[in-house]
């Protein structure tokens, strides 16, 4: 299972006060259609059927199946960068 560092909890605790998400909102992180291998993260207002479903203390993250079998293990962290986009980041269990 993915867990989270307390930095991407406290953003993705934020996710569901946003008016357009609503109080299901999370993090979504799946496999491109592009079918190139890349995972991508949105902000959506519920898992899709077939998500894992992971609310740590009200952040959540609803993993695709290719996304809770890549990352099973991994650790979810985010950051700020200087222009104050949220960037995440997976890192895997050494």
């Known amino acids: 299972m993915l867990t989270l560092t307390e930095n991407a909890r406290d953003i ?6 946003q008016p357009e998400l609503g109080p299901g909102a999370g993090l979504r992180i799946s496999r491109s259609q592009a079918g190139d291998g890349v995972f991508l993260t949105s902000l959506t207002h519920a898992p899709r059927r077939g998500d894992e479903v992971l609310d740590d203390d009200g952040a959540r993250v609803f993993l695709g199946p290719l996304a ?3 990352y099973d293990g991994g650790r979810l962290d985010a ?3 200087p222009q104050g986009r949220i960037e995440f980041v997976v890192r ?3």
Do not use: C, G
Request: charged content about 45%.
């Open 12 to 17: 993705l605790r934020k996710v569901p006060h």
């Open 68 to 70: 809770a079998e890549r």
């Open 79 to 81: 950051r700020t960068d």
């Open 92 to 94: 895997r269990a050494s």
